[in-house]
């Protein structure tokens, strides 16, 4: 988990009020204008973290999306402790975000399609994969088979949750053995990386999508830009592991608005004949 | 003083590689974990009394070989005693020192294996991409009875090979290399077998812009569903996904004292306890050494290592790894090969579950728990102040 990406309280990364000042351009917009553009800043475009009931409203079409595995939480197979206990910790981010865990997974309809998807939450330990991301990943992608439904996942992590050890390492194998035999079963896998997509998580299912699309800005790589930064004790080039860079060094296959995902997603299964 | 020694190479070394092994010392993270005081050291504490004996015994032998008067007796209590110094040692290796114990600088490397235990290695090269990753060794080769596909990392012994092979941290290339091997071999039904020591993934510019995180995750893809028999054994250090890139087998083993983890202890101390003088905190923490990773039902075996870890003796370690390479291999071959990867695929699928049903325990696993480890205060890492 980087360390440099901080933790914000609220559920949308933008500061309260109802006038909210761009943390990029510094223009001044109406909160509602900025929810109507859904967390984009209408001036510059910057695409802001979103948790993961705002995500999933905006990307199925209304009422259509039915949970699974709503309930799996975290048993704390170390019984990890660093300054506060990894239960305290999981105790205090729940009451935070109202959410049992990092992702949420389910069934949805995009335009009228129907899928499975699994939306990563920022606010959640960073997005952080322990076992039950691992299990809902897994899960997600047997019943796309079963169901013989396209795979979406909206990732958005800072890697395997430390607190879970070689527990949340395992994870990674774990996730890429279900994309596997998803693919091997001819299932189409579609990922969207957002706002930062790292470490663990990148290099497990979310670098594993048949097509991999991005949204404007995102951080994505594996180590952290300040490891990188500390290792080879000079500058990052400008825009280094923005999914720009990603898509100039070939392993983004697209960038999209996020206002034009929906259309993007449709026409992706709608080529893929799913 | 070790911190001195540290400092020295990193004057003495080209500037891209100053940086490079401020990353081996501290791992992967991060800027407020840059105190050497949290490193954990190679100079082992608590062998310095060992290392003491040792000298004293070859002090005598040396002596009586050159005077010709007799010693034998001293040097038989002496052994005694150092036998029982090192059962004790090494009986009660807190996590922080088994991370010293794997990153020893006479630590057998993944050569030193391939020289002990594999007949006939032919050795090949590159990923037929864009290059040949030296932090990655693969070849063929006979090994305890198997004709044989062997994966490595290699960390390097002196100097110069280290910076050579990149101090065991591979770029994509090395990863892409390795998966090459392992589909060679699995079109010629050749067993693969991979030897893990490295500690992590290189974090370097061109390591992102070769696509780093999609050649791990290819790999843990590609190797869940290898139709041939795999096996994995972290000799040395696991660290993370540059770990687990060539770990995901039929059947993982860890050696004795050899660790695998998550992230570094350093790494970790330095994003939750704010410092890496927290290391052997976080090293208890994060449950690394192969006992605990046994008892969590991460691991398949314990390789056991000759009393006083691998280094006293590589040759010893070396027939115990080929013990049970042979032994593991034998087991896999007899297995169909859909059965082979359904128990495989089984195998990952069910790994780690500690999960809870809206509060409820999960049958069976949630209450595997790693016993509470006597905690002895920490010799090898600098006394740290309770948080
Ligand atoms: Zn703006």
Request: proline share 5%; with cysteine.
């Amino acid at each position: 988990m980087p360390e440099s990406i901080s933790q914000p309280r609220r559920n949308v990364d933008v500061p309260e009020g109802l006038w909210i000042r761009c943390t990029q351009c510094s223009a001044m917009i109406y909160r509602r204008i900025l929810e109507e553009e859904l967390h984009v800043c209408p001036e510059c475009g910057c695409h802001y973290r979103v948790d993961v009931r705002t995500r999933i409203n905006q990307l199925n079409d209304p009422g259509t999306f039915e949970e699974f595995l709503p309930n799996l939480e975290s048993s704390d197979p170390l019984e990890f402790s660093d300054r506060i206990t990894y239960r305290e910790r999981l105790a205090k981010v729940k009451a935070e975000t109202g959410e049992t865990e990092a992702m949420v997974v389910g069934k949805g309809f995009i335009k009228g399609r129907p899928l499975i998807m699994g939306v990563m939450n920022p606010f959640f330990i960073m997005g952080s994969m322990g076992a039950v991301v691992g299990e809902k990943v897994s899960a997600a992608a047997e019943r796309a088979a079963s169901e013989s439904l396209p795979l979406l996942m909206v990732t958005c992590s800072g890697g395997a949750r430390m607190m879970e050890g070689m527990v949340s390492l395992t994870q990674m194998a774990k996730t890429s053995a279900a994309v596997g035999r998803f693919d091997q079963a001819g299932g189409l896998y579609i990922v969207v990386m957002t706002d930062p997509t790292t470490a663990g998580v990148a290099a497990s299912f979310a670098f594993l999508g048949d097509v991999i699309l991005a949204e404007p800005g995102a951080l994505i790589g594996f180590a952290g830009p300040r490891v990188i930064a500390n290792t080879i004790k000079t500058t990052l080039p400008e825009g280094f592991q923005k999914a720009e860079f990603m898509l100039e060094h070939g392993f983004v296959d697209r960038i999209v608005h996020r206002r034009d995902l929906r259309s993007e997603i449709a026409r992706i299964i709608d080529y893929c004949n799913k | 003083m070790p911190h001195q020694h540290r400092q020295n190479w990193v004057r003495a070394s080209s500037p891209p590689w100053r940086g490079l092994f401020w990353y081996i010392t501290m791992s992967t993270q991060p800027a407020t974990a840059a105190n050497p005081a949290g490193a954990i050291g190679h100079v082992l504490e608590f062998e310095k009394p060992l290392a003491k004996m040792e000298q004293e015994i070859q002090r005598l032998e040396t002596l009586q070989a050159e005077s010709g008067r007799d010693y034998s007796e001293v040097i038989t209590t002496i052994r005694e005693q150092l036998q029982n110094a090192l059962r004790q040692s090494y009986a009660n290796l807190t996590a922080v020192e088994t991370v010293a114990v794997a990153r020893h600088p006479r630590r057998p490397l993944v050569r030193d294996y391939i020289r002990l235990i594999a007949e006939d290695f032919c050795e090949l090269h590159g990923d037929k991409l864009y290059g040949d990753d030296h932090a990655v060794v693969c070849g063929f080769a006979r090994l305890a009875g198997h004709r044989v596909m062997l994966i490595g990392h290699q960390k390097g012994r002196e100097w110069r090979e280290k910076i050579e092979v990149n101090f065991g941290c591979a770029h994509p290339d090395g990863y892409r290399k390795a998966l090459e091997k392992m589909k060679l071999a699995a079109k010629f039904n050749v067993p693969v077998v991979c030897l893990v020591d490295t500690p992590g993934a290189y974090p370097g510019v061109e390591a992102e812009e070769r696509g780093i995180a999609r050649a791990i995750a290819i790999n843990l893809m590609e190797m869940s569903r290898l139709a041939t028999p795999v096996v994995a054994v972290v000799v040395g250090e696991g660290g993370s996904g540059g770990a687990l890139g060539l770990a995901v087998a039929d059947q993982v083993a860890v050696l004795e004292h050899a660790y695998y983890s998550v992230i570094s202890p350093e790494g970790c101390a330095g994003i939750l306890w704010k410092s890496g003088e927290y290391a052997a905190q976080a090293a208890e923490a994060l449950r690394l050494t192969a006992a605990d990773l046994k008892r969590l039902d991460l691991i398949d075996a314990i390789i056991p290592e000759p009393l006083g870890a691998a280094h006293r003796n590589p040759e010893e370690t070396a027939q115990n790894l080929a013990t049970w390479i042979g032994k593991t291999l034998r087991d896999l071959r007899r297995l169909k090969p859909e059965s082979l990867l359904r128990r495989r695929y089984d195998r990952w699928r069910k790994i780690g579950s500690f999960f809870v049903e809206g509060g409820k325990s999960e049958p069976g696993r949630t209450d595997t728990k790693p016993a509470k480890r006597a905690r002895r205060p920490t010799k090898a890492a600098a006394v740290q102040p309770e948080a």
